[in-house]
């Protein structure tokens, strides 16, 4: 499967962003979507992750309560709304999926070009 990020873009501290990662095929039940994202000179690190067949949902403790994904199984597209941005939110935001839960981007595949999403005034 290939994924491919958008929505990305420049928006103020307090600010909100929907990106959506678009999957070229049915994502499998059993499988796992993770947004994960890469802030300037760190490592890649987990977001959000949702279980395509039950819609069970996994987040980060940083982004619990203002961060939420969701999925559109007619359009094989996952979401993360992004609330109350930071300018520490300021990363590249890729969407990746996996055969198991897993906060590890090293259990990921099907890495997407990832979209940018930076927070400033």
């Known amino acids: 499967v290939q994924l491919q990020a958008s929505g990305g873009g420049l928006v103020q501290p307090g600010g909100s962003l929907r990106l959506s990662c678009a999957a070229s095929?049915?994502?499998?039940?059993?499988?796992?979507m993770g947004w994960f994202r890469q802030r300037p000179g760190k490592e890649r690190e987990f977001v959000a992750a949702?279980?395509?067949?039950?819609?069970?949902?996994y987040y980060a403790g940083a982004m619990k309560g203002r961060f939420t994904i969701s999925g559109d199984k007619a359009r094989n597209t996952v979401y993360l709304q992004m609330n109350s941005l930071k300018p520490e939110d300021t990363a590249l935001y890729s969407c990746?999926?996996?055969?198991?839960?897993?906060?590890?981007?090293?259990?990921?595949?099907?890495w997407g070009q990832g979209t940018q999403v930076t927070v400033s005034s």
């Open positions: 949702i279980r395509w067949g039950t819609g069970a949902t």
């Open positions: 095929r049915r994502i499998f039940s059993s499988h796992i």
């Open positions: 990746a999926t996996a055969t198991s839960y897993s906060t590890s981007p090293l259990e990921y595949r099907s």
